[in-house]
């Protein structure tokens, strides 16, 4: 069993910046892919970012390339979620995942074995 643990939302301006954190328990971390998702209200969970288990490849949603940046620590149990010049369309929960059994990383919820409960995230206009 893998308890996932975001921090870091909060309300933050349009143009501003956030890091949101996931610390993972368990001695396997560094086995797993791991992924960021979010769900905006009304609107269904959509992919946002994923980082394969060694950190060396990386996956991003192509309308939010240039901006966040996933990266992760294996000697901390924790991946990193580093976003710049967020905007109201930014608002929504963050969860992070993990993906088990596999050495690239998956774009789809279903691929993901294990979630956080979320953090929120508002940007103010």
């Known amino acids: 069993q893998v308890q996932l643990v975001e921090s870091g939302g909060g309300l933050v301006q349009a143009g501003g910046s956030l890091r949101l954190s996931c610390a993972a328990s368990g001695r396997t971390f560094s086995t797993y892919a791991m992924g960021w998702f979010r769900q905006a209200p009304g609107k269904e969970r959509e992919f946002v970012v994923a980082?394969?288990?060694?950190?060396?490849?990386?996956y991003y949603a192509d309308s939010l390339k240039g901006r966040f940046t996933i990266s992760r620590d294996n000697a901390k149990n924790t991946v990193y979620l580093q976003m710049n010049s967020l905007n109201p369309e930014n608002t929504a929960v963050y969860y992070c995942?993990?993906?088990?059994?596999?050495?690239?990383?998956?774009?789809?919820?279903?691929?993901?074995?294990?979630w956080g409960q979320g953090t929120q995230v508002t940007v103010s206009s």
């Open positions: 995942a993990a993906q088990t059994g596999t050495v690239a990383a998956g774009t789809e919820p279903y691929e993901y074995d294990y």
């Open positions: 980082i394969s288990w060694s950190g060396a490849n990386t």
